[in-house]
């Protein structure tokens, strides 16, 4: 299998983008990444593109040789592949693209994620939501993305004495980052006091436990590990990628509180990079709520089971903590394009492992998590990327 | 990068399913794959779903794990991915079932193909495929699939003299052989005054010159070549998976009657096999209407440009012709479930390389061709198989 790298990066910014269409961000974040990369398209192999809705979003489906061809590029006649597993889908797509590339078929490839949730009514976009849990045992009966992490919300404070506050501090920190980042659909810092008090979506969670719909793409291009110092000074090496899956509907875990694809895709990953969690200093994570950003980091073996919580309020996942958690601002202040969020925290790492991540820099490392999650946890992307020199 | 093999096969019945799910079909044409390749769950590394618009249809993204989980296989956190490209959703699953195991992470994958097309009004489900053309250049002007194809029709005509009754030969044919599979949609004989009679649709096109809506699953199991002997007597070999794509919308391609993604994908496949189209005896194509079956002919370099028509009246494509072309009864006969096609498509195939086609077999041969088709051709998928034994 061959040794694949990330040589350059690309991204939008995240937000309520209603003056451009799902095909103008996709190529710009597409063309920023070939840039980066040093690539003509003409170089170009191939595109992989994560996507979770954009049929019942848009009524547009097949959008991978959509993107293509308003880049210019129909007439190359490429390869181009849409890979959907809800919010997971970016991942996927990444890992879609490191296959192509390991199994040696394909060069340089473009894995791009994007998504436009904004263009409907958000009633409208959060019912396509939830058509990422389990239709049939969970949908029909009116639950909703928030409405299930507010059931596992409970049951992690029920049984490990986790608080409201505690889960307050991870939109704050969140906001935080997204401050410093100028693709961040939020960049407003808010206080704990504002998490407790804003509007409840399903108790316990509030409005700010959520993350945002938004609009973006963001894109990055793959290629050989041994011929990326043609095209970049800072090679990422991806020392593993893995897909995990889980029941769909929540009634159906072992436990809710615990993440097993995310479990499953981690120890996978760790295994093949022979690392362990505790020589990751930098990471991104899937924060769709508050709760699920907290329990990400026990899964992903960042803090002992049930004890996410106190350690997040102390600041071992803030800025030069422990671990650095979500640079980018997260899905809750860079923003929530499904689809993209995936390849969007490649992004942020390659941004970070290079030290140009500028205001929002974390302390230098050379290894760093990326983790993306679709529904409830019944997919989980885990990849880890190492500087290369 | 690895060789790969095909080593069992399942598929469901064709039609109209109204008694099953989704989440049904998928695991029974799963299931049939895994017992034919004598494989059990155990040996499974991941599955790869090729799937057009489940999100639209009923409501349900995310449907990789899905069928999984309801597979009973959720315990083992396998990777499960969607892909999707249109009517070439079921070819693109297979490539990327391809990539993942000729990468070598992965070694025994399930690709598989579903779609359940009749669980909506026939209005709803057709606006729906419009979604795999370019909707802001067609379909809000009123374009949908089947009107796109008679323009591309007219204009064969135009050029080639392509007659009436040579494009209603097709699916004269398709049902012939149709009536020899009992897993087809369609098991009746019609003849060309009934395909000239029928309702028009789209004119030149009728009725009878579009497939239908149908629910369906298909599945094969893919492994490393070299182990391939263990699960079967008859491996069957992929000696080239290549994806193409071109303009979305028709009116952007440099003729509309030339499918460039097909000529590129099928060109590529010919090279790396080292083979060319003069070796294939036996294809699957993509006849989603009587035109596009022609073109699809002509484009695979089945026929000189402009030919198709009057060789497919001669018989040239018949069981036992000098290519037998869709002996399973294609999308036309044996029906069209979106995202099952590509891979329904291969099933056909190993079990015709295999010599178990029954009163549909085709004259032994060794090389043999699937062609899958998004859209009116903006994606196009081409896989050579040959009977490795």
């Known amino acids: 299998m061959r040794d694949v790298a990330v040589l350059g990066v690309g991204q939008t910014k995240f937000g309520e983008l209603w003056d451009r269409s799902f095909r103008e961000i996709g190529i710009e974040a597409g063309l920023q990444a070939l840039v980066d990369a040093k690539l003509s398209s003409e170089d170009l192999g191939g595109l992989f593109l994560g996507n979770m809705a954009s049929g019942a979003l848009i009524e547009q489906e097949h959008i991978a040789p959509l993107i293509l061809d308003y880049a210019g590029l129909a007439g190359r006649h490429l390869p181009a592949v849409r890979i959907e597993g809800g919010g997971a889908s970016g991942g996927l797509a990444l890992h879609q693209g490191f296959l192509a590339v390991a199994s040696g078929l394909y060069d340089y490839v473009v894995v791009g994620g994007a998504e436009k949730l904004t263009d409907v009514a958000d009633a409208t976009a959060a019912q396509i939501l939830s058509s990422t849990a389990d239709h049939e045992w969970e949908v029909v009966f009116g639950a909703t993305l928030p409405a299930l992490w507010g059931l596992v919300a409970r049951r992690h404070m029920h049984l490990h004495g986790t608080t409201r506050e505690q889960l307050a501090r991870v939109p704050v920190q969140a906001h935080e980052m997204g401050?410093?980042?100028?693709?961040?659909?939020?960049?407003?810092?808010?206080?704990?006091?504002?998490?407790?008090?804003?509007?409840?979506?399903?108790?316990?969670?509030?409005?700010?436990?959520?993350?945002?719909?938004?609009?973006?793409?963001?894109?990055?291009?793959?290629?050989?590990?041994?011929?990326?110092r043609k095209h970049t000074d800072t090679p990422v090496r991806i020392r593993a990628s893995e897909v995990a899956c889980d029941a769909m509907a929540l009634q159906h875990r072992r436990e809710t509180t615990i993440g097993e694809a995310t479990v499953a895709a981690a120890q996978a990953a760790f295994r093949r990079a022979r690392r362990d969690p505790k020589d990751v200093r930098l990471a991104e994570i899937s924060d769709g709520t508050s709760i699920g950003a907290l329990i990400a980091l026990e899964d992903l073996g960042f803090a002992e089971r049930g004890r996410a919580g106190p350690e997040f309020?102390?600041?071992?996942?803030?800025?030069?903590?422990?671990?650095?958690?979500?640079?980018?601002?997260?899905?809750?202040?860079?923003?929530?394009?499904?689809?993209?969020?995936?390849?969007?925290?490649?992004?942020?790492?390659?941004?970070?492992?290079?030290?140009?991540?500028?205001?929002?820099?974390?302390?230098?490392?050379?290894?760093?998590?990326?983790?993306?999650?679709?529904?409830?946890?019944?997919?989980?992307?885990?990849?880890?990327?190492?500087?290369?020199?």
């Open 313 to 389: 309020a102390d600041g071992a996942f803030a800025l030069g903590g422990r671990v650095t958690v979500n640079p980018s601002g997260g899905l809750k202040a860079q923003g929530c394009p499904f689809g993209a969020v995936g390849v969007a925290q490649v992004v942020e790492l390659v941004r970070q492992l290079r030290g140009e991540a500028k205001e929002r820099q974390a302390p230098a490392t050379e290894l760093a998590l990326a983790h993306d999650l679709g529904g409830t946890g019944a997919t989980a992307v885990v990849h880890l990327l190492e500087r290369a020199g």
């Open 179 to 228: 401050a410093k980042n100028p693709n961040a659909h939020f960049r407003n810092r808010i206080t704990v006091e504002q998490v407790l008090h804003a509007a409840p979506v399903a108790e316990p969670l509030g409005l700010f436990d959520c993350a945002p719909l938004s609009d973006g793409a963001a894109a990055v291009v793959l290629g050989p590990l041994e011929t990326a």
